[in-house]
């Protein structure tokens, strides 16, 4: 039996109407006029994109018995990232490098990518995203090492503000042997951030 990855960020279901009432709200209150047939149906697309940027889906985590007894770094590189930043709403977009050492079981492939989006959609801090990814990697496959780096482009950054586009940040989490060992902590740096 497969275990069921449900998202759980505190949040009860989304109320499409009111936060489309809100949006418009909101666009009225910055001086933009509704009426134009350019900006009628926004209210209602922005509430859609942000609700679908909010609310990931379940999937099943598939793991399988590690028979061959493999112990070295798996690693799955350049995973979108789409993210929204918890202090000005806006996102960050990039890529995360998600690898373990095996233990016991090996973990499906497609499943790095599904784990980063569950976490990743939600408003929240790239050190968060970075950890959570990490910290549930640990926790549902029990593996002797795990290491997560993400690499982004805030739009708050670079968009407004400091506006220096092209900046990016990256953030990293490593645990177990990948934490504790200094080659293969080395090892899975080395591998994630090589171009």
């Known amino acids: 039996m497969r275990p069921r990855v449900v998202p759980d960020h505190g949040r009860g279901d989304v109320d499409v109407e009111a936060a489309e009432r809100a949006a418009a709200d909101l666009l009225t209150a910055l001086g933009l006029d509704l009426t134009h047939e350019n900006l009628v149906d926004t209210p209602g697309r922005m509430a859609r994109a942000l609700a679908e940027l909010t609310r990931p889906e379940e999937f099943d985590l598939t793991t399988f018995a590690n028979d061959e007894g493999y112990d070295e770094l798996v690693l799955v590189r350049d995973i979108p990232v789409r993210s929204l930043c918890e202090h000005h709403m806006l996102p960050f977009v990039g890529v995360a490098h998600v690898g373990y050492l095996p233990d016991r079981r090996i973990l499906g492939l497609s499943k790095f990518a599904r784990m980063v989006e569950l976490h990743a959609r939600r408003p929240q801090t790239q050190e968060r995203l970075t950890k959570t990814v990490a910290d549930h990697l640990e926790r549902e496959l029990r593996p002797a090492g795990v290491g997560v780096v993400v690499e982004a482009e805030h739009t708050c950054m ?32 080395a591998l994630a951030r090589r171009p």
Do not use: I, M, Y
């Open 158 to 189: 670079t968009l407004r503000g400091a506006r220096a586009p092209g900046t990016r940040t990256l953030t990293s989490t490593v645990l177990g042997r990948l934490r504790e060992d200094p080659s293969s902590r080395a090892e899975f740096l």
